[in-house]
């Protein structure tokens, strides 16, 4: 099973900041998503990462998100400007291309005051 | 668009005793299914997963799988559960051509007793 590492594992940040999170695979994988999980509900999808694209993005992630790989190996989630709802575990997963299995990383918990 | 639902919010056991999980699914057609653990705190652990052939799966831990075309389910069992398997399980419905986003159920709280 693929590693995944997330840092930072808490960050706290008030409204209207910057904060980018970010996700470090350990082996190589094509498929990267974001995932969120606000305190008491279910998982949901952000975004969906291939060959340093977007392939797919859900009504969440709007104008204020955006994704990258800036060194080819690190996967970051910005969000621009936070806002109160924006409070949620963060979760980084790789995708296997053979399995099609999802491999999730530890998350993100941000809070955002 | 696909859809899972987990109708049971927590479910309270025995230890030593059986359990089952249920996992209803909407999808046009055949779906990847998995289930998924997450310990307090944790993050989420792959179980099983169901993509075609034996419609009865063996994940990790002890846990099985049956995957219901006729309806729609793909219900989680185990046949002694042990204190450590308290936690949350999620059941969670991908694409059929793969790679593609997973939608998650609400999730099941799973309570040991002694």
């Known amino acids: 099973e693929p590693e995944v590492t997330q840092t930072p594992s808490h960050q706290v940040t008030q409204m209207g900041q910057e904060v980018i999170l970010r996700c470090v695979p350990i082996?190589?994988?094509?498929?990267f998503y974001w995932y969120r999980q606000i305190l008491g509900q279910k998982v949901e999808f952000l975004v969906s990462f291939y060959n340093n694209e977007i392939s797919e993005k859900s009504e969440i992630f709007d104008d204020q998100f955006s994704v990258e790989r800036p060194d080819g190996s690190n996967f970051t989630l910005k969000i621009r400007s936070t806002k109160l709802e924006d409070s949620a575990m963060y979760f980084c997963?790789?995708?296997?291309?053979?399995?099609?299995?999802?491999?999730f990383g530890p998350g993100t918990r941000l809070t955002v005051t | 668009a696909q859809s899972v639902t987990q109708p049971d919010i927590h479910i309270t056991v025995s230890e030593g005793a059986s359990l089952e999980l249920r996992c209803n699914y909407s999808?046009?057609?055949?779906?990847?299914l998995f289930w998924y653990v997450q310990s307090p705190g944790q993050g989420l652990q792959l179980l099983l997963k169901?993509?075609?052939?034996?419609?009865l799966v063996q994940g990790i831990k002890g846990f099985e799988a049956e995957f219901k075309r006729s309806q729609s389910s793909f219900n989680l069992r185990k046949p002694s559960v042990h204190w450590s398997d308290a936690a949350e399980y999620f059941c969670?419905?991908?694409?059929?051509?793969?790679?593609?986003?997973?939608?998650f159920g609400t999730g099941t709280r799973l309570t040991i007793i002694p």
């Open positions: 082996s190589n994988h094509l498929y």
């Open positions: 997963a790789l995708g296997d291309t053979n399995s099609y299995e999802q491999y």
């Open positions: 969670a419905v991908g694409a059929d051509f793969g790679n593609e986003k997973l939608t």
């Open positions: 999808y046009g057609a055949t779906p990847y």
């Open positions: 169901y993509f075609s052939g034996d419609t």
